[in-house]
């Protein structure tokens, strides 16, 4: 008769032994739980701090810009904007980088406003597309992807090209917004867009200005190049080192290197000393999080203007 006894006992043991576990594992769960939301939070939180502060770093970059250079007659990359800023606190670590876009070539002044292609800016991009071993019906292309008709020119293709891809799309007609957009046009391919950017801004160094002038002291060396004909891997070699040695401070003073005499002065309206237009890098990181802020800002009046913002 004790047997039932002992069997309920038993019974009765394990079930509290099996509910104390499970009590245990809900516990341990909820323990858990709290330590991931708290987590989460924190992570959002310090994701937050670091948005603030990339952001705030690039505000701070561009007037940074605005009081720096408002006075000065020219810009060269041996100026302290040229050099990255670094803050450090207890909350975080903030990196603020500047580069001229100024030294670039503002692709979407390949076409004048009445539809046709403006002389310098397309010498330029045939020349520097040979040292980038481009071909020269991509300038067609990109020409008929910004200008407001749909009439197709020689190396060209307008929407009814575009319709046939899949997904389909249409050209354009207007003004690149950014960089990003060029892969879309005929003839360039994400890897030849890659090899294209860092020659090219989609953005004039003046607001309203037709064509932008492109700044000798901060131009890379494919690109001075590319600015005439008589102008080879000897010579920009040599404008690159007297820049780093003493920056133009007049376009004049181009003249000042060796053989470049009748180029400078088939040069005057088309390049320039002073540059007007920047790219800020803002990174930043707040314990495990980090922000990245990318801005493009026109140094223009009292007040800095910004023409792009990307976070990521």
Known sequence: MRRPLNNES????????????????????????VYVDTSLSRGFRDGQQASILA????????????????DRSYTSLTDPWA??????????????TFSEESGKV??????????????????????LGERLQLSDEIWGAVADWIDSNDLPRSGGVESPYYRTIKPPYNASNAKLMTL????LIKGI?????????PFLTTF????????STININTAPKEIIEALDDRIDERMAERIIEERGLQPFKSTAELSRVPGLDTVAIGLVG??????????????????DSGRTVEAIVRLSGSAPEFLAWQEY
Request: aromatic letters at 4%.
């Open 106 to 127: 503002n692709i979407n002044a390949l076409v004048q406003p009445n539809g046709e292609f403006e002389p310098f800016t397309l010498g330029v991009l045939k020349r």
């Open 83 to 96: 050099k990255p800023v670094r803050l450090d606190s207890e909350t975080g670590s903030l990196e603020i």
């Open 189 to 197: 391919t994400p890897e030849l867009a890659v090899k294209m950017r």
């Open 10 to 33: 038993g019974f009765a043991l394990i079930m509290t032994l099996v509910v104390t576990a499970l009590m245990v594992a809900v516990v341990v769960e909820m323990v858990h739980q």
């Open 180 to 183: 990003s957009e060029i892969s």
């Open 270 to 287: 088309k390049i320039s000393v002073k540059g007007n237009l920047f790219k800020i890098r803002a990174i930043s990181k707040v314990k």
């Open 204 to 211: 004039s160094d003046q607001p309203g200005s037709p064509l």
């Open 55 to 70: 952001g705030s770093g690039a505000e701070g970059g561009a007037q940074l810009l605005q009081r720096g250079l408002s």
